[in-house]
């Protein structure tokens, strides 16, 4: 431990310990809170013997519940479902399967890869494409949002 550096400067701070200046943070410039140099071999090994049983008691903790039940996603996904064209020609095709949304776009069908995962309220994604279904003013589905690769584009439901 001849290297060790004992730092107690950020005791009593506010905010989380930082060793390099962050707004908001408690720069610490050693990067140690506390007396480094008293620790040990048999202390460290102590240490994480101790967080190596937590976490363990904590994996078997939740391998032992029950998991959720899915939602029935069916009637949300039929407001989606149909054919989308944009204004430069390209076609996406929304379906559903097993509780599971898909798309297919310009005839490129990726459903056996791809499905769409909801990000948030009417956003799904997929590692393809992302994309964000609008109602009108009435209520209904009848346009997407699409980003494919990186581009933007609108989509009107036909």
């Known amino acids: 431990m001849d290297k060790a550096v004992n730092d107690s400067s950020g005791k009593g701070g506010a905010g989380p310990l930082t060793p390099v200046p962050v707004e908001g943070g408690l720069y610490v410039p050693s990067g140690i809170n506390g007396y480094a140099a008293l620790g040990t071999a048999a202390k460290g090994k102590k240490a994480i013997k101790a967080f190596t049983e937590e976490l363990i008691r904590e994996i078997d903790s939740i391998s032992t519940c029950p998991l959720p039940l899915p939602t029935d996603n069916t009637a949300i ?76 584009f609108w989509m009107t439901k036909q």
Do not use: H, P
Request: aromatic share 18%; proline share 0%; with cysteine.
């Open 77 to 152: 996904y039929k407001q989606y479902e149909g054919t989308y064209t944009s204004g430069s020609g390209i076609n996406l095709i929304i379906s559903q399967k097993d509780n599971k949304l898909y798309f297919v776009i310009n005839k490129r069908d990726l459903r056996n890869f791809y499905w769409l995962i909801k990000s948030s309220e009417d956003y799904y994604s997929s590692m393809f494409i992302d994309v964000l279904f609008v109602k009108d003013e009435k209520g209904k589905f009848t346009k997407a949002w699409c980003r494919l690769r990186g581009e933007g």
